[in-house]
């Protein structure tokens, strides 16, 4: 969740690309939510969206329903016959 995040640095925005990284190389995707509109013309301007692992989420909500139907998807494919 980004809500408090105002701007972010050159810094940061390598801090979140090896975060991606790790995560990705741990086989966990990193997704984000609640980005404010000049972190997300940041990333925009970046390549980090290209090479997010996860998805950009406008509300906390939206990410956990859409991932929880994601993930139930996943369970009722792989339990079937």
Do not use: W, Y
């Amino acid at each position: 969740m980004f809500p408090a995040v105002n701007e972010i640095d050159l810094s940061a925005l390598e801090s979140l690309e090896a975060i991606n990284t790790r995560l990705h190389d741990a086989g966990v995707r990193l997704h984000l939510s609640e980005v404010k509109g000049p972190v997300m013309d940041r990333l925009k301007r970046s390549h980090f969206l290209d090479e997010l692992t996860g998805e950009v989420f406008l509300s906390q909500h939206e990410a956990a329903c859409r991932l929880a139907k994601a993930l139930q998807a996943c369970d009722e494919s792989a339990n079937a016959p």
